[in-house]
């Protein structure tokens, strides 16, 4: 295995979510977005992709814009949200996974991988799910989507492998410090 890209800021899963914390919903954003977005339009607004170098992710500039969006909106309209929260949630859903399927698409077409995963609590995401399968008939992938119970935010899955840590007592010394972005060493032996 080899990691050909990560985020450089906010998952998607983040962008979801504070998209979704901007409009006043509850969290997890991402599920409600996902679910109001099957009733509005996902051209309706368009916000911007980020330019990154590589193969790499982030959505931290989407999240600044969404937030401008909609505080410039509110400004002109208070109920702006709640008139067009379908369309809203429509079009930042689709620019998130655009934004996702392109990369894909980009690393899969560059490394000639035909095999596509998805895991964590964004898998979930029902324009995702749509999009790749749209994809495997395309580009002919082989698209591995796990049965929506399994698609379990990340930090779930984390609290998790604590937890059976802490019974089998396999506790990290209190000399080490937690990162939020640790590089991934490739240990070829």
């Known amino acids: 295995m080899e990691i050909v890209g990560e985020t450089l800021d906010d998952a ?7 998209a979704a914390k901007i409009m006043g ?3 997890p954003g991402g599920p409600l977005i996902d679910q109001l977005a099957k009733e ?11 330019h990154i170098a590589n193969f790499d992710f982030s959505f931290s500039g989407l999240k600044t ?16 949200i709640e008139k067009n929260k379908a369309n809203i949630c429509a079009s930042i859903q689709h620019t998130i996974v655009d934004i996702l399927v392109k990369r894909i698409t980009e690393v ?11 895991a964590g609590g964004v898998s979930a995401n029902s324009g995702l799910r749509n999009a790749l399968l749209a994809k495997k008939k ?24 604590g937890y059976f840590k802490y019974l089998k007592k396999d ?5 080490i410090a937690p990162l939020a972005r640790m590089a991934f060493v490739n240990n070829k032996e």
């Open 65 to 80: 814009s969404f937030l401008y969006f909609i505080r410039d909106h509110v400004k002109v309209d208070p109920d702006f």
């Open 25 to 27: 919903m509850d969290y």
């Open 40 to 50: 509005g339009n996902p051209l309706a607004y368009k916000f911007p992709h980020p």
């Open 108 to 118: 899969a077409n560059h490394l000639g991988i035909r095999d596509i995963a998805i």
């Open 138 to 161: 395309e580009l002919g992938w082989n698209v591995f989507i796990p049965a929506f119970e399994y698609c379990t935010d990340n930090a779930a899955m984390i609290a998790v492998t």
């Open 12 to 18: 998607a899963g983040e962008a979801f979510d504070k």
């Open 171 to 175: 506790f990290a010394p209190q000399s």
